[in-house]
């Protein structure tokens, strides 16, 4: 109640009372809550600042209109509805012992993640259900529910779940057994994470579809989860939280919002990870080299919890984190990481030369995350991203004719490839199930009496509670405006607040009503705001002027050079180079069916940007005429074979190899500057050419594809590269290419000493290593050949390498393991 109170004299500051008379109304409440002072005076400066939480229009308040978000969700529907909600079952009915209807899914639903794709599913229907009213949604939803219920009552204690020997796991760890890494929870693959996404599911089911048997099934998994953790520590349940675990804290802290139960509210903070928490609550940035996936969801659940608990240190910790991964760590689509991980800020050469960049998860985390900060206290900078990367990450990351991309490179002259409705189970397919389905989340929102238009998509807005209906009509950004029409159910007075994008010209946006210009000022969270009595038919007319800009990757890690992507208003623009060799362009079942293995082409044959020190590129970007959004470069773009490319919307782009990042060299220094890029390709390229299989140790997915084992082993970080090393042992299993793969290169760290082991292969000794630290203080790589006997005896296209420590020592710290051809 006392934030309550403070919340309404705020309120009274705000419009405008003297203060004098305010302190006198209020002199007897300040001095009960004399205990709460230091809050009392943030509360007033944020009020003071302009500062006032929003709320966002449920989804069924909202439709799309004609436009490539609504042709998105359509996709979106059709392959959800392609989808078999039996198979997608089958793992919760397995676990509890019963009959599944239909055979399990493949891929990552029949290989340790069983159930995670199920508990998008809720999700991705309960939006899709709010969002356009099909009742087939809802009754696939309310027969997904009926089952799992099902489900929940053979099991008898509350618990559902998918995962292969979950119900002995979950017993260990209520004991107190509790062995965690990175990936692995008690031998299982992130248990945590995958049951989050089953809380996640019902809670929307029943938040956002409205159905009460779905927070029933939710409050009896949420006690059972309670009960499971209750007999073990804070520290026990810390360990627990070293692997993956989703936004476990977030769904906890919606079931108290929820139900009232202050135990979940409690449950949610001991589900948040300290060790990340610690770090952003000093504002220190040490996200280089972390997971990121595994981190954003955890923010998400401290930003959660500060708002119900309106605990300003864990906000600002969440804000931290948002500007950090935002303004230092990701690229101009709005997407971060390289093979799932954080970057150093101030190196970008690998998300240059990698085929893994941004990954569609992480973007969709941001976005929540984006959408969360934004409503706690509104400014034009979080929507200003919230737009980049809707557009240009999100809308691009499902094809015309369905299908889900995982990696976004942003190598030149690479592609992606995309899931099928009955294969590839990726976290990328259940994230993008949802995605589409939610655009109408955050195009508006609102206030107790007034309305804020956020973003310029076609749609139509019914404020039911207001009676009001708007309806905005634009084909943005191929048209540089938006027409807004007001339908109140009676004439009445309140505000628009319109943002002013942080692209558009300063001067030329413009705002009229009726065809009648309006004089308008920006806020300081960077909106205008146009107030009067608006009757039926009225309409805004907003000009949203966009010019082309440079946007350059930070240093990139080549020296002095540039590396460039155009963006227009805040459109990505990328260029189409060719479609030849799209190896995997459409992902079967493989271990990586979700990364696009096909030939690299060499960077140094990539088109160019020639530009002279000091001069801005894009001035040189050229409309062509007739052809919306569509661009030219010729006096810019080397060599002559590529001068006639041209520039459109990323979003528009499939089933081709692409130009998002472009190199940017003087016309003196390009003969230097090729040669360069030339000479690290031909060794890079080579390299790869010779390599059958490789594993990046100590990075969750290439372990994981590469089925990891071990006992006593550990990973960690050291110069930006992660390695993985042991007291016991640990092994994987690496492709040899029909029997191809006859050299084993390891990479160390040439400081390493006093480590002794051994390397095997097939259970077979290939060598003995005996580290004394004499390598000097750069990474090094031993070659081991494989003798031909053991490869002759191998019947699988895998072999098993296998580190096992040596004496009470233990292994090196392995930093990358790569098979090759002779």
Same mark, same amino acid.
């Given at each position: 109640?006392?934030?309550?109170?403070?919340?309404?004299?705020?309120?009274?500051?705000?419009?405008?009372?003297?203060?004098?008379?305010?302190?006198?109304?209020?002199?007897?409440?300040?001095?009960?809550?004399?205990?709460?002072?230091?809050?009392?005076?943030?509360?007033?400066?944020?009020?003071?600042?302009?500062?006032?939480?929003?709320?966002?229009?449920?989804?069924?308040?909202?439709?799309?209109?004609?436009?490539?978000?609504?042709?998105?969700?359509?996709?979106?529907?059709?392959?959800?509805?392609?989808?078999?909600?039996?198979?997608?079952?089958?793992?919760?009915?397995?676990?509890?012992?019963?009959?599944?209807?239909?055979?399990?899914?493949?891929?990552?639903?029949?290989?340790?993640?069983?159930?995670?794709?199920?508990?998008?599913?809720?999700?991705?229907?309960?939006?899709?259900?709010?969002?356009?009213?099909?009742?087939?949604?809802?009754?696939?939803?309310?027969?997904?529910? $009926?089952?799992?219920?099902?489900c929940q009552e053979a099991n008898g204690d509350g618990y559902i779940g998918g995962i292969p020997g979950g119900h002995d796991m979950w017993k260990e760890i209520a004991a107190g057994h509790i062995e965690a890494a990175g990936f692995s929870l008690n031998g299982k693959w992130v248990p945590l994470y995958n049951i989050h996404k089953l809380f996640a599911g019902l809670r929307d089911a029943f938040q956002i579809?409205?159905?009460?048997?779905?927070?029933?099934?939710?409050?009896?998994?949420?006690?059972?989860?309670?009960?499971?953790?209750?007999?073990?520590?804070?520290?026990?349940?810390?360990?627990?939280?070293?692997?993956?675990?989703?936004?476990?804290?977030?769904?906890?802290?919606?079931?108290?919002?929820?139900?009232?139960?202050?135990?979940?509210?409690?449950?949610?903070?001991?589900?948040?990870?300290?060790?990340?928490?610690?770090?952003?609550?000093?504002?220190?940035?040490?996200?280089?080299?972390?997971?990121?996936?595994?981190?954003?969801?955890?923010?998400?659940?401290?930003?959660?919890?500060?708002?119900?608990?309106?605990?300003?240190?864990?906000?600002?910790?969440?804000?931290?984190?948002?500007?950090?991964?935002?303004?230092?760590?990701?690229?101009?689509?709005?997407?971060?990481?390289?093979?799932?991980?954080?970057?150093?800020?101030?190196?970008?050469?690998?998300?240059?030369?990698?085929?893994?960049?941004?990954?569609?998860?992480?973007?969709?985390?941001?976005?929540?995350?984006?959408?969360?900060?934004?409503?706690?206290?509104?400014?034009?900078?979080?929507?200003?991203?919230?737009?980049?990367?809707?557009?240009?990450?999100?809308?691009?990351?499902?094809?015309?004719?369905? $299908?889900?991309?995982?990696?976004?490179?942003?190598?030149?002259?690479?592609?992606?490839?995309?899931?099928?409705?009955?294969?590839?189970?990726?976290?990328?397919?259940?994230?993008?199930?949802?995605?589409?389905?939610?655009?109408?989340?955050?195009?508006?929102?609102?206030?107790?009496?007034?309305?804020?238009?956020?973003?310029?998509?076609?749609?139509?807005?019914?404020?039911?509670?207001?009676?009001?209906?708007?309806?905005?009509?634009?084909?943005?950004?191929?048209?540089?405006?938006?027409?807004?029409?007001?339908?109140?159910?009676?004439?009445?007075?309140?505000?628009?607040?319109?943002?002013?994008?942080?692209?558009?010209?300063?001067?030329?946006?413009?705002?009229?009503?009726?065809?009648?210009?309006?004089?308008?000022?920006?806020?300081?969270?960077?909106?205008?705001?146009?107030?009067?009595?608006?009757?039926?038919g009225d309409q805004l007319t907003v000009s949203l002027p966009m010019h082309t800009s440079a946007s350059y990757l930070s240093a990139a890690g080549t020296g002095t050079s540039r590396w460039i992507s155009f963006v227009h208003g805040p459109i990505v623009l990328a260029a189409v180079t060719d479609t030849t060799e799209l190896s995997g362009l459409l992902a079967d079942d493989s271990r990586m069916g979700h990364?696009?293995? $096909?030939r690299l082409y060499p960077m140094d044959e990539a088109p160019m940007i020639v530009s002279e020190a000091g001069e801005d590129p894009s001035e040189n970007i050229k409309p062509v005429a007739g052809n919306p959004m569509t661009f030219t470069a010729p006096e810019l773009i080397y060599p002559e074979k590529y001068k006639k490319l041209q520039l459109v919307p990323f979003y528009t782009i499939h089933d081709a190899?692409?130009?998002?990042?472009?190199?940017?060299?003087?016309?003196?220094?390009?003969?230097?500057?090729?040669?360069?890029?030339?000479?690290?390709?031909?060794?890079?390229?080579?390299?790869?050419?010779?390599?059958?299989?490789?594993?990046?140790?100590?990075?969750?997915?290439?372990?994981?594809?590469?089925?990891?084992?071990?006992?006593?082993?550990?990973?960690?970080?050291?110069?930006?590269?992660?390695?993985?090393?042991?007291?016991?042992?640990?092994?994987?299993?690496?492709?040899?290419?029909?029997?191809?793969?006859?050299?084993?290169?390891?990479?160390?760290? $040439?400081?390493?000493?006093?480590?002794?082991?051994?390397?095997?292969?097939?259970?077979?000794?290939?060598?003995?290593?005996?580290?004394?630290?004499?390598?000097?203080?750069?990474?090094?790589?031993?070659?081991?050949?494989?003798?031909?006997?053991?490869?002759?005896?191998?019947?699988?296209?895998?072999?098993?390498?296998?580190?096992?420590?040596?004496?009470?020592?233990?292994?090196?710290?392995?930093?990358?393991?790569?098979?090759?051809?002779?």
């Open positions: 109640m006392f934030f309550v109170h403070l919340k309404n004299i705020c309120f009274v500051i705000s419009e405008g009372t003297e203060v004098q008379t305010f302190f006198r109304n209020t002199k007897k409440q300040i001095m009960r809550f004399k205990n709460y002072l230091p809050v009392l005076i943030w509360v007033l400066l944020s009020s003071w600042s302009g500062a006032q939480s929003l709320e966002s229009f449920a989804l069924s308040e909202v439709e799309l209109l004609p436009g490539p978000f609504y042709r998105a969700q359509q996709t979106d529907m059709k392959y959800i509805l392609e989808m078999d909600t039996d198979r997608l079952l089958a793992p919760f009915l397995i676990d509890a012992g019963l009959e599944p209807r239909a055979e399990r899914y493949g891929n990552w639903e029949h290989t340790g993640l069983d159930g995670h794709i199920g508990g998008h599913y809720l999700s991705a229907l309960a939006m899709m259900y709010a969002a356009t009213g099909r009742a087939e949604l809802r009754d696939r939803l309310e027969y997904m529910l $009926g089952e799992l219920k099902r579809a409205g159905i009460p048997e779905a927070k029933e099934l939710l409050e009896e998994l949420s006690s059972w989860l309670a009960d499971t953790v209750s007999g073990l520590s804070d520290a026990q349940i810390q360990q627990m939280l070293i692997s993956e675990h989703g936004g476990m804290n977030e769904v906890l802290a919606d079931v108290y919002a929820m139900t009232g139960d202050k135990k979940y509210l409690l449950l949610a903070e001991k589900f948040s990870h300290q060790q990340i928490l610690q770090l952003l609550l000093e504002q220190r940035d040490e996200l280089t080299g972390l997971h990121a996936n595994t981190q954003i969801p955890k923010v998400i659940g401290f930003e959660r919890i500060a708002g119900l608990k309106e605990d300003k240190e864990w906000e600002e910790a969440s804000r931290f984190f948002w500007k950090n991964v935002v303004e230092e760590r990701s690229v101009s689509i709005g997407g971060n990481s390289v093979r799932e991980h954080f970057h150093p800020v101030q190196d970008f050469s690998a998300m240059l030369e990698s085929t893994q960049g941004p990954e569609t998860c992480n973007t969709y985390n941001m976005l929540r995350l984006t959408k969360m900060l934004f409503l706690s206290r509104p400014d034009s900078k979080y929507i200003d991203y919230f737009e980049r990367a809707l557009f240009n990450h999100i809308l691009s990351s499902q094809h015309p004719d369905g $299908g889900f991309v995982y990696f976004t490179p942003m190598r030149p002259r690479h592609y992606r490839v995309y899931s099928q409705p009955q294969e590839g189970f990726w976290c990328c397919v259940g994230s993008g199930l949802e995605n589409h389905g939610k655009y109408g989340s955050l195009i508006y929102a609102h206030d107790q009496t007034d309305v804020y238009v956020n973003l310029f998509i076609a749609s139509g807005l019914h404020w039911k509670e207001k009676g009001l209906r708007l309806v905005q009509e634009t084909t943005f950004p191929e048209e540089e405006q938006t027409r807004i029409t007001i339908h109140p159910e009676n004439p009445s007075r309140f505000k628009i607040h319109i943002r002013k994008p942080g692209w558009a010209d300063r001067g030329v946006f413009r705002v009229a009503v009726n065809g009648k210009p309006q004089r308008t000022s920006v806020s300081e969270s960077g909106y205008i705001t146009v107030e009067r009595k608006w009757k039926k990364v696009a293995n $096909g190899r692409y130009m998002i990042y472009w190199p940017v060299t003087p016309e003196n220094e390009l003969k230097d500057k090729l040669t360069a890029i030339r000479e690290k390709e031909e060794k890079f390229l080579a390299l790869e050419a010779r390599t059958t299989d490789q594993v990046a140790t100590g990075e969750q997915q290439p372990e994981t594809e590469h089925h990891f084992k071990g006992e006593k082993t550990d990973t960690g970080l050291h110069d930006g590269h992660f390695w993985r090393d042991a007291a016991g042992w640990f092994s994987y299993e690496l492709n040899h290419g029909e029997k191809t793969g006859k050299t084993l290169r390891i990479t160390y760290a $040439g400081k390493d000493k006093d480590r002794n082991f051994s390397i095997f292969v097939n259970n077979r000794l290939l060598a003995q290593v005996r580290q004394d630290g004499t390598h000097g203080d750069d990474f090094y790589e031993k070659d081991y050949d494989i003798p031909e006997d053991i490869l002759r005896d191998t019947e699988t296209p895998e072999i098993e390498v296998k580190f096992s420590a040596l004496n009470g020592t233990r292994t090196g710290r392995i930093y990358h393991v790569r098979l090759m051809t002779e």
